[in-house]
T-cell receptor, first 110, second 113 residues
Framework: DAKTTQPNSMESNEEEPVHLPCNHS???????IHWYRQLPSQGPEYVIH???SNVNNRMASLAIAEDRKSSTLILHRATLRDAAVYYC???????????FGTGTRLQVFP | GAGVSQSPRYKVTKRGQDVALRCDPI?????LYWYRQALGQGPEFLTY????????KSGLPNDRFSAERPEGSISTLTIQRTEQRDSAMYRC???????????FGPGTRLTVL
C-alpha cells in the first residue's frame, strides 16, 4: 500500500482557515485520496475524497497537486469542534480496507 | 438513522479468558470491517466481510483472533486465551458496498488484566 506523510501536529485559531498537508509521492494512478478525522473519544469519520480534481463538500475542500504527489485538506473556518486527528489515506479503487497512518493532530484555539 | 453499534462498550477480562465483541452495522450495509486501535495510533485493519463472506483476514494478528458474520448482518470478533497485549480499542465499521465510505462505531475498549 502506498504511504502518506503528514505533520504530527498543527495549530490554528478559531475562525481562521486551516491547510493540512499530505505527501504521497508513491501514489499510483488508481489510488484515491481519502481524508478521515477522529474527534476525541470517537471513531473516525469520513471527511472528503478525490482522485485528480479538487473537491468541495460541506465539511472541507481537497486540493490535489497536478502530479498527485501531494494534497491539502482545507478547513475554511476552523471551529473548536474541528479539533481532531486528521488522517490522509490512499485507497486503491478496488480496495476495501483503510490503511491509517498516525495523522495530524489539529488544535484549535479560541 | 441508527449508526453502527458495538457491544459491550467496555470489557475487562483476565488473561487467558475468551472474549466476544459484537458489531451491529448500519441496516443495509453489505461490507463490515474490524479495526484495532492502540492509544495514540491510527486504527489498524484486522478483517472484513462482504455479506457473510470473510474476504480478507490478513490483519488478524494470530490464530487466537477470529471473526464471523453468519447472516450477513451482525458480526462477532472473538479473541481466545486473551493476553495483555490484546488490550486496545476495537472498532467496527460498515459501508454500503466495497470502496464506499466507511462509518465507524463507538468501539469496544478491551482491557486484559
Amino acid at each position: 500500500d502506498a504511504k502518506t506523510t503528514q505533520p504530527n501536529s498543527m495549530e490554528s485559531n478559531e475562525e481562521e482557515p486551516v491547510h493540512l498537508p499530505c505527501n504521497h509521492s508513491t501514489i499510483s494512478g488508481t489510488d484515491y485520496i481519502h481524508w478521515y478525522r477522529q474527534l476525541p473519544s470517537q471513531g473516525p469519520e469520513y471527511v472528503i475524497h478525490g482522485l485528480t480534481s479538487n473537491v468541495n463538500n460541506r465539511m472541507a475542500s481537497l486540493a490535489i497537486a497536478e502530479d498527485r504527489k501531494s494534497s491539502t485538506l482545507i478547513l475554511h473556518r476552523a471551529t473548536l469542534r474541528d479539533a481532531a486527528v486528521y488522517y490522509c489515506i490512499l485507497r486503491d479503487g478496488g480496495t476495501d480496507k483503510l490503511i491509517f497512518g498516525t495523522g495530524t493532530r489539529l488544535q484549535v484555539f479560541p | 438513522g441508527a449508526g453502527v453499534s458495538q457491544s459491550p462498550r467496555y470489557k475487562v477480562t483476565k488473561r487467558g479468558q475468551d472474549v466476544a465483541l459484537r458489531c451491529d452495522p448500519i441496516s443495509g450495509h453489505v461490507s463490515l470491517y474490524w479495526y484495532r486501535q492502540a492509544l495514540g495510533q491510527g486504527p489498524e485493519f484486522l478483517t472484513y466481510f462482504n455479506y457473510e463472506a470473510q474476504q480478507d483476514k490478513s490483519g488478524l494478528p494470530n490464530d487466537r483472533f477470529s471473526a464471523e458474520r453468519p447472516e450477513g448482518s451482525i458480526s462477532t470478533l472473538t479473541i481466545q486465551r486473551t493476553e495483555q497485549r490484546d488490550s486496545a480499542m476495537y472498532r467496527c465499521a460498515s459501508s454500503l458496498g466495497l470502496t464506499d465510505t466507511q462509518y465507524f462505531g463507538p468501539g469496544t475498549r478491551l482491557t486484559v488484566l
